[in-house]
Every structure is written in structure tokens, then in C-alpha cells.
């Protein structure tokens, strides 16, 4: 269902601000922060040589640094510059910018750029959903968008073995949350079908606040069309009243067209009839930001 890879693209990648050959990318085995995931990341989106909302992931990323206890010495629109700065030593037009920070004892944390391939879904996903699994658990510190991915790796690796696109958490009061790497937006049955909101979404404490997530409802709200946060229990999601949708960086947002709950056979969903709306007004909302006023240097845009 996804098209991409993980290998690094292009010839650097930065640290603390340095662009390095990636050939010389290195870490220590007995590096006890790093292999104990004590840090956070974000995902960037860099299409057509544009670099999606880089100050609300910026804002998120030292947000999630307050959030873990780490100490660092980024300023706002340090690691904006960084960004643009590693995307035209690379001349690189579509990737995706992954930003780490590792915590440090007694110094301040180690913080890298590196460019990953894009990774897109199938064109099919957008027309017929995707099936997620539903798996019991909750993400310590859901606000930061932590490097401690135990929980989500096994949860979006028996996804994966079930034949699904992702992982739908559900906490310890019986409600769906998040996705390991989405968010969740759904709607109720006849206004799903007929394209009415209003569309509701996880409360924000319970879920990472995702940058689509975010930009999504400023799009909706901006048309008319509103998203409120209500919490969807287990047996509502399985009830086949709602139409589900899922967000991320990297798929927009997509169409959840089954569940596979913890306990019983799978569930069919009818496709949310408001999703080809909601699509049609995020990508207006997506090409008026490449209209924007951002800045052309070298082949690559910022909206700096």
C-alpha cells in the first residue's frame, strides 16, 4: 500500500547545525540515550522542492523537548533554517526531512537532519480506504512525539502481518485514539453519508497533535465545515455508524474502509461519504500554501 524506503537521500545530512557527508554517519553501540529512545523526532514534508509548515513542526519539535525533560540549545527558526539548508546541499525536490534530538546527561542534546525517500500510498487507497487493526494500548506521553516507539512498533508490525495500513490505539477507557503514525477523524452515519459535519476527532490530550491534523481542521474550518473533539468509543467505532478517516504527513488523509478488532471477525465500513470533500479542501487549503509566500532559493521553497 506504500511506496518509499528508509535509506538516507543525498550526500549530507546535518548535526547540530554542521552538514556532514552522510557516509560518516555513525553512532556508538553503547550510546545508552539513543538505544533507550530518550528523545523525539518529526517528519517534514518536502514536495516540489517545497518544505511543508517547517515553524509548526519547529514549534512541535521543542514542545516535545519541554514535554521529555531535555535540554537543548535550538532557537525558534534555527531548525527552520537547518531544513531548507540540508534540502539545497542535497538538491533534493521530494523527500521527507526527518529531525531527531537525543537527550544528554550532562550536556546539551545532539539534534540531526536526514533526508528519507517520500513515502506515498497507493493511488487505490484514496478510492477504497485501508483496513486497520485495533490494538489495546496507549503511548507514554502522548503529547511528545517521542523516540520511545516500543508500543507503536508492535502494534503497526501486527498490522502490517494482518494485511493493514496501520495500528488504531485504544486506551485503558475502552476509546479509540490514534494511530502509530495518524490521526483519527470520524463522522457520524447519515451525515457521513450525506457529506454534513460535523466531523469529530480524538480529544487533543489523549493523541499527539498531529501537523496534518492541525492544518486539516484549519482547512475545514476555513470552509465551513467543523471538526470537534469527541472521544469514539470501541463499540461506536465497530457499530458501523461511523465513517472513519485517517491523517498523516504522508498520506493526507485516507478513507479506513475495515476494522480488525482485538476480539472477532472483522468489520466493514461504509467509505465516509464526506471524504472526497474533505480531500478537495485540504488540497485547495495545500496549493494556496505553495502559493504562499514562502521564498525560491537554489530550487528549493520555505515558507520562512
Known sequence: MLRGGTSMQGAYYCHNGELKPVD?????????????GYGCYETLKLRDGLVYFPEF?????????????????????????????????????????????IGRQHRPADWYILALPPIIPAPLAYERGVACLLFRGERQFPQAKSLSLLLSTIAYRKALAEGCYDALLINGRGELTEGTRMNLFY?????????????????AQDALEGITRRTLMDALAADGFPVVERPLRLDEALSGRFGLMVSSTSNKALPVCRLLPPDGPPVDLPLPGFFSAVLRSYDEYLRRYARGPGMLDEGVQSSL
Open 24 to 36: 560518516e554517519a555513525r553512532f556508538a553501540l553503547d550510546d545508552i540515550e539513543l538505544t533507550h
Open 187 to 203: 463522522a457520524d452515519g447519515a451525515a457521513a453519508t450525506a457529506g454534513r459535519g460535523p466531523l469529530y476527532t480524538p480529544p
Open 57 to 101: 513542526h519547529e514549534e512541535r519539535f521543542l514542545r516535545s523537548l519541554s514535554i521529555l525533560g531535555i535540554g537543548h540549545t535550538l532557537s525558534p527558526g534555527t531548525l527552520v533554517a537547518a531544513l531548507g539548508g540540508l534540502a539545497r546541499a542535497n538538491g533534493l525536490r521530494d523527500a521527507n526531512l526527518k529531525v531527531l534530538a
